[in-house]
């Protein structure tokens, strides 16, 4: 991966790739040869507060990492009543070259959960293009008692895939949540879960897939 740019303001990432050719296995085809920029418009949320996460794109363009640092939700014993839920919204200008489209084919996440019998967490996200009323969700929950690291997978069908409109510049806006219901666990007992760790290494990776646009 390349080194974490810290999100906010006009920061970006540069990459080379090679030069692409068709896979004839489903359309997808390799990364574009020029590079690629992806540009932090905004980020904003409870879980993510301002220096708190960092962006890096990989060597071949075919995926990026978000690294969380304080992206934590729990409820019971003297939480705040509304640290049950946190969420962070990722607005990204992604500067692809001239003749190609990008979707998000798959995306990985990890953090640490620490829950009571009878709790709950719940894993949310969406993705959608600036304008477009296309949506991708996926959730996932996991009940207690559980006490170790979790991941979850988005993989999405290419039928399915929500690509970037060719010749148009459309930010990409990546909406992500934790939750935790207390359920029938004891109001003393704290139950949490992050997208992060106590070293600040877990990481979200999103794969990107490419194809030509038409015309080109």
């Known amino acids: 991966m390349a080194s974490g740019l810290l999100l906010g303001g006009a920061v970006a990432a540069l990459v080379t ?35 708190t996460a960092a962006v890096a794109v990989s060597e071949d363009n075919t995926a990026f990492t978000v690294t969380y640092s304080d992206y934590l939700a729990q409820v019971g014993g003297n939480s705040d009543p509304t640290a049950f839920r946190k969420n962070c919204q990722l607005n990204l200008i992604v500067h692809v070259p001239q003749g190609f489209t990008y979707a998000i084919a798959e995306a990985d996440y990890r953090g640490f959960a620490s829950l009571q019998a009878g709790a709950s967490g719940v894993q949310r996200a969406s993705y959608y293009f600036q304008g ?85």
């Open 17 to 51: 790739a090679a030069v692409p050719a068709h896979n004839p296995s489903g359309g997808f085809v390799d990364p574009p040869p020029d590079k690629i920029v992806i540009n932090v418009a905004t980020v904003n949320g409870s879980g993510c507060p301002a220096g």
């Open 132 to 216: 477009s009323s296309q949506t991708a969700a996926k959730t996932h929950t996991f009940p207690g008692a559980y006490n170790d690291n979790w991941q979850a997978t988005d993989t999405t069908d290419w039928a399915q895939l929500v690509w970037a409109p060719c010749g148009v510049q459309r930010n990409f806006n990546i909406n992500t949540e934790v939750r935790v219901n207390a359920g029938t666990s004891s109001p003393s007992k704290v139950s949490f879960m992050t997208m992060d760790s106590t070293d600040g290494d877990i990481s979200t990776v999103y794969h990107m897939a490419w194809k030509e646009c038409p015309g080109r």
